[in-house]
């Protein structure tokens, strides 16, 4: 994973974050710059097990070239 990657799954950990402390009634001036705090704790939290990022493949027809 790149730092782009890294970025860019920060940021939805941010969004996730920032989803569930409004729903919980946080104000939005405190939920901005928490979720963030959350972000970064939920990336150190992934960090420290090895599996990465899922990926899908789509699979091929019978017959198709790989």
């Known amino acids: 994973m790149d730092e782009q990657d890294r970025s860019n799954l920060r940021d939805?950990?941010?969004?996730?974050?920032?989803?569930g402390l409004l729903m919980s009634g946080h104000s939005v001036k405190l939920?901005?710059?928490l979720a963030y705090e959350l972000a970064d704790e939920m990336q150190e939290a992934r960090?420290?097990?090895g599996v990465g990022i899922v990926s899908?493949?789509?699979?091929?027809?019978?017959?198709e070239d790989k």
């Open 56 to 63: 899908v493949k789509r699979r091929t027809k019978k017959g």
């Open 12 to 19: 939805l950990h941010a969004g996730f974050a920032l989803v």
């Open 31 to 33: 939920a901005t710059s």
């Open 47 to 49: 960090d420290q097990h």
